[in-house]
């Protein structure tokens, strides 16, 4: 079935560094990803919408200078967090929509942790 | 504003025991309602969704849920639990004509003990 795939699933990185995390559909063309953060015992919580060829959409909060999203092919999205800081940390989830199923697949997730 | 409420954070069942977890959401407009289930160290899979059409939907597993427009509800059920149903259990929903983006509750830790 339809994957998407998710790189690195861990990564320490320094504070002020930045980190980049992909997010890839497998066997499928994505216009729209998205990426969520999840807290531990939390819910995922939506940072942003990706659009292929466009600009991505910020939900509120969200830093858009800390958190660079492109989405540059249909098959793979990217998440920057810039300037990493400890409070960074967390779990990354990124998800995909097949168009022609209409479904929604979710990546592994990533684990960040900064120190 | 919109949100998602799943009103059991913790539920410790019995094998074989019967499961109800619910979910109600404050949205305007039509909604898509979701079922998704993460096991321990694995990424989010879908159980089941509801579109529209019959409000019992099956999905897989042996799990069902049942949107009651009136109750703003879609609770997950299943008739009995195995011990491998072990998981976090998050109902999300999107609002119809407004993007793909869905919204969780913040989910039930479900432990299944033999």
């Known amino acids: 079935g339809a994957v998407v795939s998710q790189h690195p699933s861990r990564v320490i990185c320094k504070s002020g560094t930045s980190v980049k995390i992909e997010c890839r559909s497998l066997d499928f063309q994505a216009t729209t990803m998205f990426w969520y953060r999840q807290f531990p015992k939390q819910s995922l919580m939506l940072m942003a919408t990706s659009n292929e060829g466009s600009k991505a959409t910020y939900e509120q909060g969200v830093e858009k200078d800390k958190f660079l999203i492109n989405h540059a092919s249909l098959t793979l999205s990217t998440l920057t967090v810039t300037s990493a800081h400890p409070e960074d940390s967390s779990f990354y989830i990124c998800?995909?929509?097949?168009?022609?199923?209409?479904?929604?697949?979710f990546g592994e997730g990533s684990w960040l942790t900064v120190v | 504003a919109q949100s998602v409420s799943q009103h059991n954070h913790h539920v410790i069942l019995s094998e074989a025991a019967s499961l109800e977890l619910g979910c109600n959401y404050s949205y305007g407009g039509t909604v898509n309602l979701f079922w998704y289930v993460q096991y321990p160290g694995q990424h989010l899979q879908l159980l089941l969704k509801?579109?529209?059409?019959?409000?019992l939907v099956k999905g897989i597993k042996g799990f069902e849920a049942e949107f009651i427009k009136s109750k703003f509800s879609f609770n997950l059920r299943k008739p009995s639990v195995q011990w491998s149903d072990t998981a976090e259990y998050f109902c999300a929903v999107n609002a119809r004509n407004s993007g793909y983006a869905l919204n969780f509750g913040k989910g039930t830790s479900l432990l299944v003990t033999p």
């Open positions: 509801y579109f529209s059409g019959d409000p």
């Open positions: 998800s995909a929509r097949d168009g022609s199923r209409n479904t929604i697949y």
